[in-house]
């Protein structure tokens, strides 16, 4: 599987039609079609239903759609990696982060970097855990922000300060909002937003209402204010101070959040992150 014929892949998969895609390539139709049939047969499933108006992608056609994005920016990073001079520091440092306080020790280490090799860039995007295990186990990014234990088989991490606690994000009007402090119990039968990370809540499963799950909170905080249900969360992350929408309320007995800046074992590094890493350490 050549990473040409990817890159052929997806053109066709953003522009939903052959002709489109083959304009966009500057390739006749037949010679990107021929492509794709080779594709499919080299991979023994159809990758997409060509109807008259567009073409969709089958099940397997989503699957390597991701599959070759992930593929293709690895190629891009390693490329750009190799070309840097051997005499320089320089590069770009990929971060996945849950939202959190805990983000402002990467930002105060980022900016530190910078300050010593300014021509080390830093691409930070936001995820919960699973999106950060995934992009590390893809090898999309060097280091991500977890907010649970991680498997020490598979990865490296440090602990980092937290001051975060779990509690309930909740509309004003809500029947729980007098209340200084919860238990999992007085949220039996509510309807519960809570994140897709941490669906494991303790609570019977005959008296669990999960009515939505989210991966970026301030979504959550949305259908919080629109009365959807209440947001299982952080503290710290969405400003509830002079809200007349949202309150928080934590947890009674709630322990502080652990929080770990992780990355993969055995990862080779290149110059860029290995200097976040030891400014880090």
């Known amino acids: 599987m050549e990473l040409r014929v990817l890159e052929y892949f997806l053109a066709v998969a953003r522009e939903e039609s052959i002709s489109g895609a083959a304009k966009a390539l500057h390739l006749s139709q037949p010679t990107l079609s021929r492509q794709l049939k080779d594709l499919e047969y080299e991979l023994g499933k159809p990758?997409?239903?060509r109807g008259t108006r567009k073409i969709t992608l089958t099940e397997e056609g989503i699957l390597l759609r991701k599959r070759a994005t992930e593929i293709l920016a690895l190629a891009d990073r390693t490329v750009e990696d190799i070309k840097i001079s051997s005499d320089s520091i320089a590069g770009d440092i990929y971060i996945c982060t849950g939202e959190s306080e805990c983000f402002r020790l990467i930002a105060k280490v980022a900016k530190n970097v910078n300050a010593t090799y300014p021509d080390i860039h830093f691409h930070i995007s936001s995820g919960d855990?699973?999106?950060?295990?995934?992009?590390?186990?893809?090898?999309?990014i060097d280091f991500g922000l977890v907010f649970s234990d991680y498997d020490h088989h598979k990865y490296n991490g440090i602990e980092i300060?937290?001051?975060?606690?779990?509690?309930v994000l909740m509309h004003p009007?809500?029947?729980?909002?007098?209340?200084?402090?919860?238990?999992?119990?007085?949220l039996w039968d509510q309807p519960l937003i809570i994140s897709r990370s941490h669906q494991q809540l303790g609570i019977p499963v005959e008296h669990t209402n999960i009515v939505a799950t989210y991966s970026l909170l301030y979504n959550a905080s949305l259908l919080v204010e629109e009365g959807l249900g209440?947001?299982?969360c952080f503290d710290q992350i969405v400003n509830t101070t002079g809200n007349d929408h949202l309150i928080f309320v934590p947890f009674k007995d709630s322990e502080v959040a652990p929080a770990?800046?992780?990355?993969?074992?055995?990862?080779?590094?290149?110059?860029?992150?290995?200097?976040?890493?030891?400014?880090?350490l």
């Open 47 to 49: 990758l997409m239903i």
């Open 230 to 232: 209440y947001a299982i």
């Open 161 to 167: 300060p937290s001051s975060q606690t779990w509690g």
């Open 129 to 140: 855990n699973l999106d950060v295990l995934e992009q590390l186990d893809n090898g999309t």
């Open 260 to 280: 770990y800046i992780v990355w993969k074992k055995y990862q080779v590094f290149s110059k860029a992150a290995n200097c976040f890493l030891n400014e880090l």
């Open 173 to 186: 009007s809500s029947p729980l909002a007098s209340k200084k402090s919860l238990t999992l119990k007085d």
